[in-house]
């Protein structure tokens, strides 16, 4: 079984500083991960993915997240906040569910809600 | 651009009703899926379909039930609808094929309030 956890529920940075969205996953194959941004009354957003290739995945908006499989992390990162940053943002991990006809498992995290001070 | 649309923003129901929500998606995806989200609890999978009337349990699906007709449309459908389905409903679709790097694309939700 696969599992996300998102170490904080809330961040809140101000404008122009390091942000940090910290995310770990269980799975028990090589899963595919996923950051999602999803801003007020909005639907999700892809900002990046990680595929078995490179282990920095770059993505939209400026971030950025490594994928550590020692550590079973996979955080998002960004070097200066924005005020547009302010959002909330899903950790997902996908594998292939052991049933089903080319079916998977896309499971997300509880959300870290970004706050961006000005 | 791909695009999802989901048939209302807001929708107020009875307890008891029948409720639809529809989706439908422009870029001839093969697989759609439907969503909740509730807050502190992320999103989380109702039901999903890889092929016109074919269709799978996610990993809430009681209470629910699904319909796929033709293949740019998805609907979900709560047969008697109970207040504890007031949440936000996200639909979305992707690609088929190597599903494991697939992104999937939302709609903008519908928000079901059952009163």
């Known amino acids: 079984a696969q599992s996300v956890t998102q170490l904080d529920s809330h961040v809140s940075v101000s404008e122009g500083t390091p942000v940090l969205l910290r995310c770990n996953y269980s799975?028990?194959?090589?899963?595919?991960l996923f950051w999602y941004v999803q801003h007020p009354n909005k639907g999700l957003q892809l900002l990046l993915k990680?595929?078995?290739?490179?282990?920095l995945v770059k993505g939209i908006n400026g971030f950025e997240a490594e994928f550590k499989k020692s550590e079973t992390s996979f955080h998002l990162t960004k070097p200066s906040a924005h005020m547009s940053d302010a959002a909330e943002y899903f950790c997902?991990?996908?594998?292939?569910?052991?049933?089903?006809?080319?079916?998977?498992?896309?499971?997300f995290g509880k959300g870290t809600k970004l706050s961006v001070i000005p | 651009d791909v695009k999802v649309t989901q048939s209302s923003r807001y929708l107020v129901k009875r307890t008891g009703e029948k409720v639809f929500l529809e989706c439908v998606q422009d870029?001839?995806?093969?697989?759609m899926f439907w969503y909740r989200q509730d807050p502190g609890l992320g999103l989380r999978l109702i039901y999903f379909?890889?092929?016109?009337?074919?269709?799978e349990k996610g990993d809430i699906p009681e209470g629910y039930s699904v319909s796929r007709e033709k293949k740019e449309r998805f609907s979900l459908i709560l047969e008697s609808a109970s207040t504890n389905q007031t949440s936000m409903y996200l639909c979305?679709?992707?690609?088929?094929?190597?599903?494991?790097?697939?992104?999937?694309?939302f709609g903008p939700g519908t928000r079901l309030t059952v009163t």
């Open positions: 979305a679709s992707s690609v088929a094929g190597t599903v494991l790097v697939n992104e999937q694309y």
């Open positions: 799975s028990s194959y090589s899963p595919s």
């Open positions: 990680y595929t078995s290739a490179a282990t």
């Open positions: 997902v991990v996908s594998e292939v569910r052991n049933s089903g006809a080319g079916s998977y498992q896309l499971t």
């Open positions: 870029m001839d995806h093969e697989n």
């Open positions: 379909s890889y092929d016109v009337k074919m269709k």
